[in-house]
Protein backbone atom coordinates (compact mmCIF):
# COMPACT_ATOMS: atom_id res chain seq x y z
CA UNK A 1 0.00 0.00 0.00
CA UNK A 2 1.01 3.74 -0.67
CA UNK A 3 1.53 5.53 2.28
CA UNK A 4 1.79 9.65 2.31
CA UNK A 5 4.10 11.44 5.17
CA UNK A 6 4.35 15.38 5.38
CA UNK A 7 6.50 17.36 7.51
CA UNK A 8 10.12 15.57 7.35
CA UNK A 9 12.69 18.05 7.73
CA UNK A 10 16.23 17.91 6.67
CA UNK A 11 18.98 20.18 7.40
CA UNK A 12 21.05 21.69 4.81
CA UNK A 13 23.82 19.31 5.12
CA UNK A 14 21.84 15.83 5.27
CA UNK A 15 21.54 14.27 1.65
CA UNK A 16 18.11 13.41 0.17
CA UNK A 17 19.60 10.51 -0.53
CA UNK A 18 18.78 9.30 3.08
CA UNK A 19 15.81 10.41 2.83
CA UNK A 20 13.85 6.62 3.33
CA UNK A 21 16.40 5.84 6.03
CA UNK A 22 15.46 8.60 8.13
CA UNK A 23 12.06 7.67 7.25
CA UNK A 24 12.39 3.94 8.15
CA UNK A 25 13.80 5.49 11.49
CA UNK A 26 10.92 7.74 12.19
CA UNK A 27 8.10 4.90 11.36
CA UNK A 28 9.79 2.51 12.91
CA UNK A 29 9.61 0.04 10.14
CA UNK A 30 12.32 -2.18 8.44
CA UNK A 31 14.43 -0.06 5.67
CA UNK A 32 14.01 -3.02 3.58
CA UNK A 33 10.09 -2.84 3.80
CA UNK A 34 10.02 0.36 1.80
CA UNK A 35 9.74 -0.52 -1.39
CA UNK A 36 9.19 2.79 -3.09
CA UNK A 37 10.03 6.40 -2.15
CA UNK A 38 9.17 9.13 -3.56
CA UNK A 39 9.21 12.97 -3.10
CA UNK A 40 5.90 14.62 -3.96
CA UNK A 41 6.80 18.03 -2.40
CA UNK A 42 9.52 19.97 -1.24
CA UNK A 43 10.07 23.54 0.05
CA UNK A 44 12.67 25.70 1.28
CA UNK A 45 12.38 26.92 5.15
CA UNK A 46 14.28 29.92 5.69
CA UNK A 47 12.52 31.60 8.29
CA UNK A 48 14.67 31.08 10.62
CA UNK A 49 18.24 32.08 9.61
CA UNK A 50 20.46 30.10 12.11
CA UNK A 51 17.84 26.88 11.23
CA UNK A 52 17.17 26.98 7.32
CA UNK A 53 15.88 23.31 6.62
CA UNK A 54 14.18 21.27 3.53
CA UNK A 55 10.66 20.43 4.46
CA UNK A 56 9.45 17.29 2.39
CA UNK A 57 6.07 15.33 1.66
CA UNK A 58 6.89 11.69 0.55
CA UNK A 59 5.00 8.87 -0.83
CA UNK A 60 6.10 5.29 0.10
CA UNK A 61 4.84 1.50 -0.59
CA UNK A 62 4.97 -0.27 1.89
CA UNK A 63 3.45 -4.16 2.47
CA UNK A 64 0.29 -3.98 2.99
CA UNK A 65 -0.13 -5.04 7.11
CA UNK A 66 3.04 -2.90 7.44
CA UNK A 67 1.31 -0.13 6.09
CA UNK A 68 -1.81 0.00 8.46
CA UNK A 69 0.30 -0.41 11.37
CA UNK A 70 1.81 2.57 10.14
CA UNK A 71 -1.22 4.78 10.03
CA UNK A 72 -2.72 3.49 13.27
CA UNK A 73 0.39 4.11 15.26
CA UNK A 74 1.65 7.14 13.66
CA UNK A 75 3.67 8.86 15.72
CA UNK A 76 2.21 12.52 17.21
CA UNK A 77 3.01 15.79 14.88
CA UNK A 78 3.45 13.49 11.97
CA UNK A 79 0.97 13.57 8.85
CA UNK A 80 0.50 10.45 7.21
CA UNK A 81 -2.26 9.34 4.91
CA UNK A 82 -3.26 6.45 2.56
CA UNK A 83 -2.79 7.14 -1.03
CA UNK A 84 -6.12 5.60 -3.45
CA UNK A 85 -5.18 5.42 -6.78
CA UNK A 86 -6.57 7.40 -9.34
CA UNK A 87 -9.47 5.91 -11.19
CA UNK A 88 -8.75 5.69 -14.71
CA UNK A 89 -10.81 8.22 -17.15
CA UNK A 90 -13.51 7.05 -19.54
CA UNK A 91 -12.92 7.81 -23.08
CA UNK A 92 -13.92 10.63 -24.85
CA UNK A 93 -16.65 10.62 -26.94
CA UNK A 94 -17.60 13.56 -29.57
CA UNK A 95 -21.78 13.51 -30.10
CA UNK A 96 -21.48 16.31 -32.87
CA UNK A 97 -18.89 17.40 -35.53
CA UNK A 98 -18.09 20.71 -35.88
CA UNK A 99 -18.95 22.73 -39.01
CA UNK A 100 -15.48 23.94 -39.57
CA UNK A 101 -12.35 23.01 -37.92
CA UNK A 102 -11.49 24.56 -34.36
CA UNK A 103 -9.15 27.67 -34.67
CA UNK A 104 -6.78 28.82 -31.84
CA UNK A 105 -5.33 32.07 -31.83
CA UNK A 106 -1.85 31.81 -30.53
CA UNK A 107 0.89 29.97 -29.01
CA UNK A 108 1.19 31.24 -25.43
CA UNK A 109 0.54 28.80 -22.73
CA UNK A 110 -3.29 28.61 -23.10
CA UNK A 111 -3.38 28.34 -26.51
CA UNK A 112 -0.70 25.42 -26.16
CA UNK A 113 -3.18 24.03 -23.65
CA UNK A 114 -6.08 24.35 -25.45
CA UNK A 115 -4.62 22.94 -28.54
CA UNK A 116 -4.00 19.65 -26.44
CA UNK A 117 -7.27 19.39 -24.75
CA UNK A 118 -8.42 19.70 -28.38
CA UNK A 119 -6.49 16.59 -29.82
CA UNK A 120 -6.61 15.00 -26.96
CA UNK A 121 -10.24 14.68 -27.97
CA UNK A 122 -9.94 14.43 -31.55
CA UNK A 123 -10.65 17.77 -32.94
CA UNK A 124 -6.97 18.92 -33.95
CA UNK A 125 -6.91 22.48 -34.15
CA UNK A 126 -5.43 25.04 -37.22
CA UNK A 127 -3.02 27.18 -34.88
CA UNK A 128 -2.44 30.83 -35.78
CA UNK A 129 0.33 32.93 -34.67
CA UNK A 130 1.79 36.64 -35.49
CA UNK A 131 5.54 35.68 -34.63
CA UNK A 132 8.24 32.80 -35.72
CA UNK A 133 9.26 29.27 -34.38
CA UNK A 134 11.34 29.34 -31.94
CA UNK A 135 14.82 29.12 -33.58
CA UNK A 136 14.05 32.03 -35.89
CA UNK A 137 12.61 34.40 -33.12
CA UNK A 138 16.03 33.71 -30.85
CA UNK A 139 18.06 35.16 -33.74
CA UNK A 140 15.12 38.42 -33.70
CA UNK A 141 15.19 38.80 -29.73
CA UNK A 142 19.27 39.02 -29.73
CA UNK A 143 19.27 41.42 -32.44
CA UNK A 144 17.20 43.59 -30.53
CA UNK A 145 19.20 43.12 -27.23
CA UNK A 146 22.48 43.71 -28.96
CA UNK A 147 21.62 46.59 -31.61
CA UNK A 148 18.36 47.71 -30.27
CA UNK A 149 16.41 46.72 -33.49
CA UNK A 150 13.08 45.33 -32.71
CA UNK A 151 10.75 43.32 -35.21
CA UNK A 152 7.32 44.32 -33.94
CA UNK A 153 6.17 40.99 -35.23
CA UNK A 154 8.65 38.68 -33.69
CA UNK A 155 10.25 39.78 -30.31
CA UNK A 156 10.01 38.60 -26.04
CA UNK A 157 6.12 38.80 -26.64
CA UNK A 158 5.34 37.88 -29.55
CA UNK A 159 6.54 34.21 -31.52
CA UNK A 160 6.41 30.67 -30.56
CA UNK A 161 5.41 29.98 -27.14
CA UNK A 162 4.11 33.25 -26.45
CA UNK A 163 5.41 35.73 -23.65
CA UNK A 164 6.64 32.43 -21.99
CA UNK A 165 9.33 31.12 -24.29
CA UNK A 166 11.77 33.94 -22.60
CA UNK A 167 10.02 34.03 -19.43
CA UNK A 168 11.90 32.97 -16.19
CA UNK A 169 9.77 30.08 -16.36
CA UNK A 170 8.58 29.90 -12.33
CA UNK A 171 5.99 27.43 -12.91
CA UNK A 172 3.45 27.88 -9.61
CA UNK A 173 0.47 29.43 -9.40
CA UNK A 174 -1.87 29.95 -6.54
CA UNK A 175 -4.72 28.69 -8.31
CA UNK A 176 -6.38 25.21 -6.71
CA UNK A 177 -7.36 23.41 -9.44
CA UNK A 178 -6.57 19.51 -10.40
CA UNK A 179 -5.76 20.44 -13.60
CA UNK A 180 -2.31 22.58 -12.61
CA UNK A 181 -0.98 18.84 -11.45
CA UNK A 182 -2.22 17.40 -15.00
CA UNK A 183 -0.41 20.46 -16.19
CA UNK A 184 2.93 20.16 -14.53
CA UNK A 185 2.94 16.57 -16.15
CA UNK A 186 2.67 17.55 -19.16
CA UNK A 187 5.74 20.23 -18.74
CA UNK A 188 7.26 16.93 -17.88
CA UNK A 189 6.65 15.13 -20.06
CA UNK A 190 7.59 17.53 -22.94
CA UNK A 191 11.30 17.79 -21.06
CA UNK A 192 10.81 19.71 -18.06
CA UNK A 193 13.07 18.65 -14.95
CA UNK A 194 10.61 15.73 -12.69
CA UNK A 195 11.58 18.10 -9.78
CA UNK A 196 8.89 20.61 -10.96
CA UNK A 197 6.21 18.21 -10.14
CA UNK A 198 7.22 18.75 -6.57
CA UNK A 199 9.14 21.61 -5.74
CA UNK A 200 6.99 23.79 -3.50
CA UNK A 201 8.18 26.95 -6.46
CA UNK A 202 9.20 25.01 -9.84
CA UNK A 203 11.47 26.99 -12.10
CA UNK A 204 12.20 25.92 -15.69
CA UNK A 205 13.88 28.91 -16.95
CA UNK A 206 13.68 30.24 -20.46
CA UNK A 207 16.79 27.65 -21.95
CA UNK A 208 14.65 24.76 -21.20
CA UNK A 209 11.31 26.02 -22.05
CA UNK A 210 11.90 26.47 -25.40
CA UNK A 211 13.15 23.15 -25.72
CA UNK A 212 9.80 21.82 -24.02
CA UNK A 213 7.44 24.84 -26.03
CA UNK A 214 9.02 22.95 -29.66
CA UNK A 215 8.13 19.80 -28.35
CA UNK A 216 5.04 20.21 -27.88
CA UNK A 217 4.66 21.60 -31.17
CA UNK A 218 6.02 18.53 -32.76
CA UNK A 219 3.70 16.45 -31.13
CA UNK A 220 0.89 18.38 -31.82
CA UNK A 221 1.45 18.08 -35.56
CA UNK A 222 2.12 14.50 -35.10
CA UNK A 223 -1.66 14.79 -33.76
CA UNK A 224 -3.23 16.64 -36.75
CA UNK A 225 -3.11 20.44 -35.28
CA UNK A 226 -1.56 22.97 -38.12
CA UNK A 227 0.54 25.49 -37.35
CA UNK A 228 0.66 28.97 -38.93
CA UNK A 229 3.52 31.14 -38.32
CA UNK A 230 3.88 35.15 -39.21
CA UNK A 231 -0.18 35.24 -39.68
CA UNK A 232 -1.43 37.35 -37.81
CA UNK A 233 -4.88 38.09 -37.41
CA UNK A 234 -6.34 40.95 -38.54
CA UNK A 235 -9.83 40.93 -38.64
CA UNK A 236 -12.77 39.28 -37.55
CA UNK A 237 -16.35 38.30 -39.89
CA UNK A 238 -19.10 38.62 -37.94
CA UNK A 239 -22.68 37.74 -38.92
CA UNK A 240 -25.90 38.08 -36.50
CA UNK A 241 -23.62 38.07 -33.64
CA UNK A 242 -22.06 34.53 -34.62
CA UNK A 243 -18.62 34.48 -35.40
CA UNK A 244 -18.23 33.41 -39.31
CA UNK A 245 -14.49 33.70 -39.98
CA UNK A 246 -11.15 34.94 -39.65
CA UNK A 247 -9.12 37.27 -41.38
CA UNK A 248 -4.96 36.16 -41.50
CA UNK A 249 -2.76 39.26 -42.87
CA UNK A 250 -5.18 41.74 -44.06
CA UNK A 251 -5.43 39.19 -47.17
CA UNK A 252 -6.70 36.02 -46.56
CA UNK A 253 -10.05 34.71 -44.70
CA UNK A 254 -10.56 31.77 -42.76
CA UNK A 255 -13.92 30.30 -42.48
CA UNK A 256 -14.42 29.67 -38.80
CA UNK A 257 -17.51 29.05 -36.29
CA UNK A 258 -15.03 28.56 -33.04
CA UNK A 259 -11.87 30.43 -32.33
CA UNK A 260 -9.88 30.39 -28.83
CA UNK A 261 -8.52 33.69 -28.80
CA UNK A 262 -5.43 33.96 -26.71
CA UNK A 263 -3.58 36.93 -28.07
CA UNK A 264 -1.35 37.66 -24.78
CA UNK A 265 -1.30 40.92 -22.38
CA UNK A 266 0.46 43.02 -25.23
CA UNK A 267 -1.59 42.22 -28.33
CA UNK A 268 -2.43 45.86 -28.52
CA UNK A 269 -3.30 46.51 -32.37
CA UNK A 270 -5.37 43.04 -31.98
CA UNK A 271 -7.28 44.52 -28.66
CA UNK A 272 -7.76 47.76 -30.80
CA UNK A 273 -9.20 45.75 -33.84
CA UNK A 274 -11.20 43.57 -31.40
CA UNK A 275 -13.20 46.46 -29.85
CA UNK A 276 -14.03 47.92 -33.33
CA UNK A 277 -15.54 45.18 -34.49
CA UNK A 278 -17.92 45.15 -31.37
CA UNK A 279 -16.27 42.07 -29.35
CA UNK A 280 -17.33 43.35 -25.95
CA UNK A 281 -14.68 44.45 -23.56
CA UNK A 282 -13.99 46.87 -20.49
CA UNK A 283 -10.84 48.47 -18.57
CA UNK A 284 -9.27 46.44 -16.09
CA UNK A 285 -6.82 47.79 -13.62
CA UNK A 286 -3.28 47.27 -13.46
CA UNK A 287 0.03 47.93 -11.89
CA UNK A 288 3.41 50.00 -13.31
CA UNK A 289 7.11 50.79 -11.66
CA UNK A 290 10.63 49.94 -12.47
CA UNK A 291 12.60 46.77 -11.98
CA UNK A 292 15.11 46.42 -9.26
CA UNK A 293 18.22 44.80 -9.55
CA UNK A 294 21.22 43.81 -7.20
CA UNK A 295 23.97 41.55 -6.25
CA UNK A 296 22.52 37.91 -5.96
CA UNK A 297 25.13 37.69 -3.03
CA UNK A 298 23.56 40.47 -1.24
CA UNK A 299 20.33 39.15 -1.58
CA UNK A 300 21.85 35.99 0.19
CA UNK A 301 23.44 37.32 2.70
CA UNK A 302 20.09 39.01 3.33
CA UNK A 303 17.68 36.33 3.53
CA UNK A 304 19.89 33.41 4.47
CA UNK A 305 22.35 34.40 7.21
CA UNK A 306 25.31 33.14 7.91
CA UNK A 307 24.08 30.21 5.76
CA UNK A 308 24.62 32.41 2.41
CA UNK A 309 26.79 30.60 -0.02
CA UNK A 310 25.95 27.11 1.46
CA UNK A 311 25.65 25.05 -1.51
CA UNK A 312 22.93 23.15 -1.42
CA UNK A 313 21.14 26.78 -1.17
CA UNK A 314 19.43 27.96 -4.37
CA UNK A 315 20.24 31.35 -4.92
CA UNK A 316 17.76 33.36 -2.74
CA UNK A 317 13.99 34.61 -3.55
CA UNK A 318 12.05 37.69 -2.33
CA UNK A 319 8.37 38.81 -1.82
CA UNK A 320 7.76 42.36 -0.63
CA UNK A 321 4.75 44.07 -0.44
CA UNK A 322 3.44 47.56 1.32
CA UNK A 323 0.61 49.58 1.37
CA UNK A 324 0.97 53.13 0.80
CA UNK A 325 -0.74 56.11 2.94
CA UNK A 326 -2.82 56.87 0.34
CA UNK A 327 -4.02 53.31 -0.18
CA UNK A 328 -1.73 52.19 -3.28
CA UNK A 329 -0.46 48.44 -3.42
CA UNK A 330 3.29 48.56 -3.59
CA UNK A 331 4.95 45.00 -4.50
CA UNK A 332 7.49 43.14 -5.96
CA UNK A 333 6.30 41.26 -8.65
CA UNK A 334 8.44 38.21 -10.68
CA UNK A 335 11.54 38.07 -8.90
CA UNK A 336 14.11 36.59 -10.89
CA UNK A 337 17.37 35.34 -8.99
CA UNK A 338 20.10 34.76 -10.88
CA UNK A 339 18.35 36.19 -13.80
CA UNK A 340 18.61 38.84 -16.41
CA UNK A 341 16.45 42.05 -16.99
CA UNK A 342 15.65 42.62 -20.27
CA UNK A 343 13.98 44.24 -22.85
CA UNK A 344 10.69 42.94 -23.63
CA UNK A 345 9.31 45.88 -26.06
CA UNK A 346 6.84 44.75 -28.87
CA UNK A 347 6.32 48.26 -30.21
CA UNK A 348 8.32 50.48 -31.82
CA UNK A 349 9.09 53.73 -29.55
CA UNK A 350 8.66 52.05 -26.50
CA UNK A 351 10.56 50.55 -23.50
CA UNK A 352 8.85 47.80 -21.83
CA UNK A 353 11.47 45.93 -18.79
CA UNK A 354 10.87 42.29 -17.69
CA UNK A 355 12.72 39.49 -16.04
CA UNK A 356 13.91 36.22 -17.33
CA UNK A 357 16.51 33.58 -16.04
CA UNK A 358 18.02 30.46 -17.17
CA UNK A 359 17.72 27.06 -15.42
CA UNK A 360 20.80 27.55 -13.31
CA UNK A 361 20.16 30.55 -12.19
CA UNK A 362 23.61 31.51 -12.10
CA UNK A 363 24.18 35.40 -13.16
CA UNK A 364 25.49 37.38 -10.11
CA UNK A 365 22.19 39.28 -10.20
CA UNK A 366 18.69 39.31 -8.70
CA UNK A 367 16.02 41.78 -9.91
CA UNK A 368 12.38 41.86 -9.98
CA UNK A 369 9.72 44.62 -10.98
CA UNK A 370 8.91 46.93 -7.80
CA UNK A 371 5.25 48.03 -8.87
CA UNK A 372 2.28 50.48 -8.05
CA UNK A 373 -1.29 49.52 -8.42
CA UNK A 374 -3.32 51.62 -11.05
CA UNK A 375 -6.81 52.11 -10.57
CA UNK A 376 -8.98 52.58 -13.90
CA UNK A 377 -9.73 56.16 -12.40
CA UNK A 378 -6.25 56.91 -12.83
CA UNK A 379 -6.57 56.61 -16.85
CA UNK A 380 -10.03 57.48 -17.34
CA UNK A 381 -12.68 55.54 -16.36
CA UNK A 382 -13.66 52.10 -17.56
CA UNK A 383 -12.90 53.34 -21.86
CA UNK A 384 -11.82 49.62 -22.72
CA UNK A 385 -8.26 51.22 -24.21
CA UNK A 386 -7.51 53.60 -21.80
CA UNK A 387 -5.61 51.57 -19.75
CA UNK A 388 -3.04 50.45 -23.00
CA UNK A 389 -2.83 54.29 -23.67
CA UNK A 390 -1.65 54.75 -20.24
CA UNK A 391 0.96 52.15 -20.95
CA UNK A 392 2.18 52.97 -23.77
CA UNK A 393 2.62 57.18 -22.57
CA UNK A 394 4.97 55.81 -20.06
CA UNK A 395 6.84 53.65 -22.19
CA UNK A 396 7.36 56.48 -24.79
CA UNK A 397 9.00 58.61 -21.91
CA UNK A 398 10.88 55.92 -20.72
CA UNK A 399 12.11 55.09 -24.41
CA UNK A 400 12.60 58.78 -25.25
CA UNK A 401 14.51 59.17 -21.40
CA UNK A 402 16.97 56.34 -22.64
CA UNK A 403 18.62 57.82 -25.92
CA UNK A 404 15.89 56.52 -28.16
CA UNK A 405 17.59 53.52 -28.82
CA UNK A 406 16.30 50.96 -26.51
CA UNK A 407 18.56 51.49 -23.63
CA UNK A 408 16.60 51.64 -20.87
CA UNK A 409 16.59 54.64 -18.40
CA UNK A 410 18.01 53.79 -15.40
CA UNK A 411 19.09 55.08 -11.64
CA UNK A 412 20.78 54.24 -8.61
CA UNK A 413 18.02 53.47 -5.94
CA UNK A 414 19.55 55.91 -3.75
CA UNK A 415 19.60 58.61 -6.02
CA UNK A 416 15.82 57.87 -6.93
CA UNK A 417 14.93 57.99 -3.31
CA UNK A 418 16.20 60.97 -2.55
CA UNK A 419 15.23 63.27 -5.81
CA UNK A 420 18.78 63.42 -6.72
CA UNK A 421 20.74 63.72 -10.76
CA UNK A 422 21.69 60.03 -11.38
CA UNK A 423 25.04 59.40 -10.44
CA UNK A 424 27.34 56.50 -12.02
CA UNK A 425 25.78 53.14 -12.68
CA UNK A 426 26.24 49.73 -11.45
CA UNK A 427 26.65 46.76 -13.50
CA UNK A 428 23.59 45.56 -15.26
CA UNK A 429 22.68 42.35 -17.02
CA UNK A 430 20.57 44.50 -18.94
CA UNK A 431 21.46 44.92 -22.92
CA UNK A 432 21.72 46.87 -25.40
CA UNK A 433 22.66 49.31 -22.06
CA UNK A 434 21.59 51.34 -19.47
CA UNK A 435 21.38 55.57 -19.83
CA UNK A 436 21.50 57.24 -16.48
CA UNK A 437 18.49 59.48 -16.13
CA UNK A 438 15.91 60.73 -13.73
CA UNK A 439 12.99 57.82 -13.07
CA UNK A 440 10.50 60.41 -12.13
CA UNK A 441 9.76 61.63 -15.40
CA UNK A 442 9.50 57.96 -16.62
CA UNK A 443 6.46 57.59 -14.29
CA UNK A 444 3.53 58.95 -12.78
CA UNK A 445 3.78 61.15 -9.72
CA UNK A 446 1.96 58.75 -7.51
CA UNK A 447 3.40 55.95 -8.64
CA UNK A 448 6.88 57.78 -7.80
CA UNK A 449 5.18 58.82 -4.44
CA UNK A 450 4.09 55.50 -3.51
CA UNK A 451 7.30 53.86 -4.48
CA UNK A 452 9.32 56.07 -2.32
CA UNK A 453 7.13 55.49 0.82
CA UNK A 454 7.55 51.93 -0.10
CA UNK A 455 11.51 51.45 -0.46
CA UNK A 456 12.30 52.34 3.68
CA UNK A 457 9.85 50.05 4.08
CA UNK A 458 10.83 47.15 2.59
CA UNK A 459 14.91 48.31 3.68
CA UNK A 460 13.25 47.13 7.20
CA UNK A 461 12.12 44.27 6.08
CA UNK A 462 15.45 43.29 4.24
CA UNK A 463 17.94 45.46 5.74
CA UNK A 464 20.46 46.56 2.67
CA UNK A 465 17.66 45.95 -0.05
CA UNK A 466 17.15 50.32 -0.56
CA UNK A 467 21.13 50.36 -0.26
CA UNK A 468 24.10 52.13 -2.74
CA UNK A 469 24.45 48.44 -4.05
CA UNK A 470 20.35 48.56 -5.74
CA UNK A 471 19.93 49.94 -9.02
CA UNK A 472 16.75 50.85 -10.86
CA UNK A 473 15.47 50.34 -14.23
CA UNK A 474 12.51 51.29 -16.58
CA UNK A 475 9.89 51.16 -16.40
CA UNK A 476 7.87 47.81 -15.80
CA UNK A 477 4.07 48.39 -17.66
CA UNK A 478 3.08 45.08 -19.15
CA UNK A 479 2.58 42.90 -15.48
CA UNK A 480 -0.78 42.29 -16.86
CA UNK A 481 -3.72 42.65 -19.46
CA UNK A 482 -4.79 46.47 -19.39
CA UNK A 483 -8.38 45.09 -20.20
CA UNK A 484 -10.78 42.32 -19.79
CA UNK A 485 -12.71 40.72 -22.95
CA UNK A 486 -16.02 40.14 -21.53
CA UNK A 487 -17.10 36.25 -21.39
CA UNK A 488 -19.91 34.33 -20.19
CA UNK A 489 -19.81 31.07 -17.67
CA UNK A 490 -19.83 28.88 -20.83
CA UNK A 491 -16.32 31.00 -21.68
CA UNK A 492 -17.92 32.72 -24.65
CA UNK A 493 -17.78 36.31 -25.46
CA UNK A 494 -20.59 37.89 -24.43
CA UNK A 495 -21.03 39.52 -28.11
CA UNK A 496 -19.71 37.31 -29.87
CA UNK A 497 -21.03 33.05 -29.96
CA UNK A 498 -18.16 31.41 -30.78
CA UNK A 499 -15.48 33.76 -29.70
CA UNK A 500 -13.67 32.12 -26.82
CA UNK A 501 -11.32 34.61 -25.01
CA UNK A 502 -8.77 32.96 -22.87
CA UNK A 503 -5.51 33.15 -21.13
CA UNK A 504 -3.83 36.70 -20.14
CA UNK A 505 -4.31 38.85 -22.81
CA UNK A 506 -8.70 38.30 -22.46
CA UNK A 507 -8.10 39.00 -18.97
CA UNK A 508 -8.77 35.78 -17.18
CA UNK A 509 -4.93 34.72 -16.46
CA UNK A 510 -1.83 35.71 -14.81
CA UNK A 511 1.01 33.28 -15.57
CA UNK A 512 2.32 30.72 -17.34
CA UNK A 513 0.42 28.37 -15.37
CA UNK A 514 -3.07 30.18 -14.60
CA UNK A 515 -2.82 31.19 -18.46
CA UNK A 516 -2.06 27.39 -19.14
CA UNK A 517 -5.64 26.07 -17.14
CA UNK A 518 -7.69 28.99 -18.59
CA UNK A 519 -6.95 27.65 -22.13
CA UNK A 520 -7.50 24.22 -21.06
CA UNK A 521 -11.14 25.48 -19.20
CA UNK A 522 -11.64 27.56 -22.28
CA UNK A 523 -11.10 24.27 -24.22
CA UNK A 524 -13.26 21.93 -22.46
CA UNK A 525 -16.12 24.35 -21.89
CA UNK A 526 -16.41 24.37 -26.52
CA UNK A 527 -15.98 20.35 -25.99
CA UNK A 528 -19.29 20.91 -24.43
CA UNK A 529 -21.50 22.40 -26.82
CA UNK A 530 -20.19 19.53 -28.80
CA UNK A 531 -22.25 17.49 -26.51
CA UNK A 532 -19.12 15.76 -25.09
CA UNK A 533 -19.81 12.71 -22.75
CA UNK A 534 -16.57 13.25 -20.63
CA UNK A 535 -13.91 15.94 -20.79
C1 LIG B 1 10.01 38.25 -19.82
C2 LIG B 1 8.82 37.58 -19.18
C3 LIG B 1 9.02 36.78 -18.07
C4 LIG B 1 7.94 36.09 -17.50
N1 LIG B 1 8.18 35.24 -16.47
C5 LIG B 1 7.16 34.47 -16.01
C6 LIG B 1 7.41 33.47 -15.04
O1 LIG B 1 8.52 33.25 -14.60
N2 LIG B 1 6.34 32.74 -14.60
C7 LIG B 1 5.08 32.96 -15.06
O2 LIG B 1 4.16 32.27 -14.61
N3 LIG B 1 4.82 33.90 -15.99
C8 LIG B 1 5.84 34.65 -16.48
N4 LIG B 1 5.58 35.58 -17.44
C9 LIG B 1 4.20 35.77 -17.89
C10 LIG B 1 3.76 34.64 -18.82
O3 LIG B 1 4.71 34.50 -19.84
C11 LIG B 1 2.38 34.97 -19.36
O4 LIG B 1 1.48 35.07 -18.27
C12 LIG B 1 1.88 33.88 -20.30
O5 LIG B 1 2.78 33.65 -21.35
C13 LIG B 1 0.51 34.28 -20.88
O6 LIG B 1 0.08 33.24 -21.69
P1 LIG B 1 -0.96 33.46 -22.88
O7 LIG B 1 -0.98 32.19 -23.63
O8 LIG B 1 -2.21 33.99 -22.33
O9 LIG B 1 -0.33 34.62 -23.78
P2 LIG B 1 1.10 34.76 -24.44
O10 LIG B 1 2.07 33.83 -23.87
O11 LIG B 1 1.45 36.21 -24.40
O12 LIG B 1 0.87 34.32 -25.96
C14 LIG B 1 0.09 35.07 -26.84
C15 LIG B 1 0.48 34.74 -28.27
O13 LIG B 1 -0.51 35.25 -29.15
C16 LIG B 1 0.13 35.73 -30.31
N5 LIG B 1 -0.75 36.74 -30.95
C17 LIG B 1 -1.13 37.94 -30.41
N6 LIG B 1 -1.95 38.58 -31.27
C18 LIG B 1 -2.06 37.80 -32.37
C19 LIG B 1 -2.75 37.94 -33.59
N7 LIG B 1 -3.49 39.02 -33.88
N8 LIG B 1 -2.66 36.95 -34.51
C20 LIG B 1 -1.91 35.83 -34.25
N9 LIG B 1 -1.21 35.66 -33.10
C21 LIG B 1 -1.30 36.63 -32.16
C22 LIG B 1 1.42 36.32 -29.79
O14 LIG B 1 2.39 36.42 -30.81
C23 LIG B 1 1.80 35.35 -28.67
O15 LIG B 1 2.69 34.37 -29.14
C24 LIG B 1 6.63 36.28 -18.03
C25 LIG B 1 6.44 37.12 -19.13
C26 LIG B 1 7.52 37.77 -19.71
C27 LIG B 1 7.30 38.66 -20.91
Known sequence: MTIRLSNIHL???????TLPEKTAQVLKVLPEHIQECKIVKKSLDARRKNRIHFVYAIELSLPPEEGKKVIQEAPAGLQIEE????????????????ACRPVILGTGPAGLFAALKLCQSGLPPLILERGKEVPERVKDVERFWSDGTLDPESNVQFGEGGAGTFSDGKLFTRLHDPRVSTILNIFSRFGAPAEIL?????????????RVIMAMRHYLEEQGAEFNFQTKMTGLKIIRDHLQGIVVNDQKEIAASLLLLAPGNSARDTFQMLFQAGVAMEGKPLAIGLRVEHPQRLIDRIQYGPSAGHPRLPPAEYQLTFRSSRGRAVYSFCMCPGGAVIAASSENQGLVTNGMSL???????????LVVSVGLD????????????FQRRWERKAFLAGGGTFWAPAQGLLDFLQGRDPSSLRKTSFKPGLTPARLEECLPAFVVESLREALPHFNRKMPGFSSAEAMLIGVETCTSAPLRILRGEDFQSLSVRGLYPIGEGSGYAGGIISSALDGRKGAEAYLKTLGVSRV
Open 359 to 369: FQRNSPLANSA
Open 83 to 98: VLGQPIPAPVIIKRKP
Open 11 to 17: SLDEEEA
Open 378 to 389: DFGGKEPLAGLE
Open 198 to 210: YLQKPHIGTDRLR
